[in-house]
Nanobody, 119 residues
Framework: QVQLVESGGGLVQAGGSLRLSCIIS????????MGWYRQVPGKQRELVAL???????NYADSVKGRFTISRDNAKNTVYLQMNSLAPEDTAMYYC?????????????WGQGTQVTVSS
């Protein structure tokens, strides 16, 4: 199993920056993909950014050029650097890990961290 703990959310003015962190513990060697998702009340959770074990990344069109996902394997941590934040980025942000255990695909979610961008 993989456990995830996010931090770094908060209140920021439009145009500001935040960096979210997600600390990974457990069966880290089995993790294939790490990602950040966000959700606002009444809407589906959406992908923000993800990174694979091969180092490739993928971003939602709405955050391209503003957000950067990265991982520090020595610290077992995945980051989401968010720049030029806008009010529409306000959401609960969740860290996600997809991994395999004895060949079975599994995924874990963190508890979420709130990001609020004021105009």
């Amino acid at each position: 199993q993989v456990q995830l703990v996010e931090s770094g959310g908060g209140l920021v003015q439009a145009g500001g920056s935040l960096r979210l962190s997600c600390i990974i513990s457990g069966s880290i060697f089995s993790v294939n993909t790490m990602g950040w998702y966000r959700q606002v009340p009444g809407k589906q959770r959406e992908l923000v950014a993800l990174t694979t074990s091969y180092g490739s990344t993928n971003y939602a069109d709405s955050v391209k050029g503003r957000f950067t996902i990265s991982r520090d394997n020595a610290k077992n941590t995945v980051y989401l650097q968010m720049n030029s934040l806008a009010p529409e980025d306000t959401a609960m942000y969740y860290c996600n890990a997809r991994y395999t255990v004895m060949g079975a695909p599994l995924e874990s979610w963190g508890q979420g961290t709130q990001v609020t961008v004021s105009s």
